[in-house]
C-alpha cells in the first residue's frame, strides 16, 4: 500500500471516524454507521463487484429452500446487508492503518475486564479465566490478538506505549485462555511474514513468539495460572458433538438450510443449557432476563464457520460465502498488507473451531468483513497502478523527439 515517509496512510478520514472507530470495542451498536458507507462499493473494480452481487444472491436465494422461507429471507437480507456495510466500510477506509484507533478502544475492554473480575471475584476469577461483563471468554482473546497486530504494525509509532499497550494485551490473552485465539495468531502472524514480498520483517512474529514463550515458561516454573494450562492442552471441549449435531441439522434441509439465525435447536450439544449470559456473568449469578430467554438459540453457533453456514444456508449459501472467502485471500496476498493478511488469514484459521464471520458480534466479525474491504480496493487500486499509460508518453515523448534519433549511431 502506498505510504508516506512519515508511515501515515495517504487517505486519512476525519477526526470524528476515528474516535468511532475507537468507541466502537466498547460500544458495538456503533459499527451499525457503516450503513452510510454502501454507496462506496459503487467504485469496487468489476470483478470484485460481481463476486458481492454472487455472495448476496446466494444468500437470498438459499432463504427461499428453508423450512420458513419468508422469516429466512428477511433475516438473509439483513445479515447480507450488514456484511455488505462493514465491507464498504472497509472500501471507505482504503487502509487498514485507518483501523489503528480501534486500539483505544480494546484497551479499554482490557482494563474493564480485569478490573471487573478482580473486583467482583479476586484471583480466583483470573483462574477460571479472564472474562468481562459482554465479551465471551474466547472473544476476549481474539481481540487481544487484534490488539497485538495493531501495535506490532503500527508504523512510526512512539516504542514505550507499543510495548505497554502490547504486554497488557498478552496478559489479557494468557489470562483468558483461549486456544481458538492462539490458532490465529499464529497463523495470521506467519501469513504476515510470508507473503508480505520484500517487505518481509521478521519482528511481525514477536506476537506469536512472545504468547508461546511466556505460555512454556508459566508451565516449566509451575506459576499456578489454570488458563495457561488450558492453553497448552488439546481438548475439544465437545465441538465435535456441535460438528456432528450441525450436520445432521443441514441434512433435514440441504439446499437452503434451516434458515439464519434458527439453527440454534438443532445444535441440542448447546440449546440443552437453555439461556445464558457471559461465563464472568453467570459465575456471579447475573442469569438471562426471561424476555431475552425466548431468543437464546439465535446466538448459539456451531463452532466451525463453513458447517454453521451450510446448517443456516445450506449448499447454496455456502457456496458464496467460500466463494468471498477465497477471492478476499486472494486479493489479501497480492496486496501484501500485514496487517490485513493477519486479520484474514488468522480470522479464516480460528473459523476452523469457531465462528469469528457471523454477524452481529462484538465488533470483531464486523473487522473481518472489513478487512475483505480493505483488500478490495486495494487490488483494484494496484491493477490500477499497472495498467500501462502509453498514449501520454506518445504524445509527450516520442512526437516531439527527432526522427533519426532512433537510429542515428553513437558518436
Keep these: 500500500m502506498t505510504q508516506t515517509q512519515a508511515g501515515q496512510p495517504v487517505f486519512t478520514p476525519p477526526r470524528r471516524v ?129 490488539a497485538l497486530w495493531i501495535t506490532v504494525f503500527w508504523w512510526g509509532g512512539r516504542l514505550w506505549w507499543r510495548v505497554l499497550a ?13 486456544r481458538g485465539p492462539l490458532l490465529a495468531l499464529v497463523v495470521g502472524s506467519l501469513a504476515a511474514l ?32 489454570e488458563p495457561v494450562e488450558r492453553l497448552l492442552n488439546d481438548q475439544t471441549s465437545g465441538r465435535e458433538q456441535v460438528w456432528r449435531e450441525a450436520v445432521q441439522g443441514w441434512q433435514t434441509s440441504p439446499v437452503g438450510g434451516v434458515g439464519p439465525y434458527q439453527g440454534g435447536p438443532y445444535l441440542t450439544f448447546l440449546f440443552k443449557d437453555g439461556c445464558q449470559l457471559t461465563p464472568t456473568l453467570e459465575r456471579n449469578d447475573v442469569t438471562c432476563p426471561e424476555s431475552v430467554s425466548r431468543w437464546s438459540s439465535v446466538w448459539l453457533i456451531a463452532h466451525n464457520v463453513w458447517l454453521h453456514w451450510l446448517l443456516e444456508t445450506g449448499i447454496v449459501g455456502t457456496l458464496g460465502l467460500i466463494t468471498i472467502m477465497g477471492y478476499a485471500l486472494w486479493c489479501a496476498v497480492l496486496t501484501r498488507d500485514p496487517l490485513t493478511l493477519a486479520l484474514l488469514f488468522g480470522f479464516t484459521a480460528m473459523n476452523v473451531v469457531d465462528v469469528v464471520a457471523a454477524l452481529p458480534s462484538q465488533h470483531f466479525a464486523e473487522l473481518w468483513w472489513a478487512a475483505v ?19 501520454p508518453r506518445l504524445e509527450g515523448a516520442e512526437f516531439l523527439r527527432p526522427a533519426t534519433s532512433q537510429t542515428r549511431p553513437s558518436p
Design 18 to 146: 476515528g474516535w468511532l472507530i475507537a468507541l466502537v470495542p466498547v460500544f458495538p451498536p456503533l459499527y451499525l454507521a457503516a450503513f452510510a458507507c454502501l454507496g462506496r462499493l459503487r467504485t469496487l473494480p468489476l470483478a470484485a463487484r460481481y463476486v458481492l452481487f454472487f455472495f448476496a444472491g446466494t444468500q437470498l436465494v438459499a432463504a427461499l429452500f428453508t423450512p420458513r422461507p419468508l422469516l429466512s429471507l428477511g433475516l438473509a437480507a439483513g445479515r447480507t446487508l450488514l456484511i455488505l456495510a462493514m465491507i464498504a466500510a472497509g472500501v471507505y477506509l482504503r487502509d487498514s492503518r485507518n483501523l489503528r484507533p480501534l486500539l483505544w478502544g480494546q484497551l479499554v475492554i482490557f482494563v474493564t475486564a480485569w478490573g471487573y473480575t478482580l473486583g467482583t471475584q479476586g484471583f480466583a476469577g483470573v483462574q477460571e479465566r479472564l472474562g468481562h461483563p459482554y465479551y465471551y471468554i474466547v472473544s476476549l482473546g481474539l481481540v487481544a490478538v487484534v
Design 166 to 178: 502490547g504486554m497488557l494485551a498478552v496478559v489479557t490473552f494468557l489470562a483468558a485462555g483461549s
Design 194 to 225: 510470508g507473503l508480505t514480498g520484500r517487505q518481509r520483517r521478521w519482528w511481525v512474529l514477536v506476537p506469536g513468539v512472545l504468547v508461546l514463550a511466556l505460555a512454556a515458561l508459566t508451565s516449566t516454573l509451575k506459576v499456578p495460572l
Design 373 to 391: 474491504g480493505l483488500t478490495l480496493v486495494a487490488s483494484g487500486r494496484r491493477v490500477a497502478d499497472s495498467t500501462p499509460t502509453t498514449t
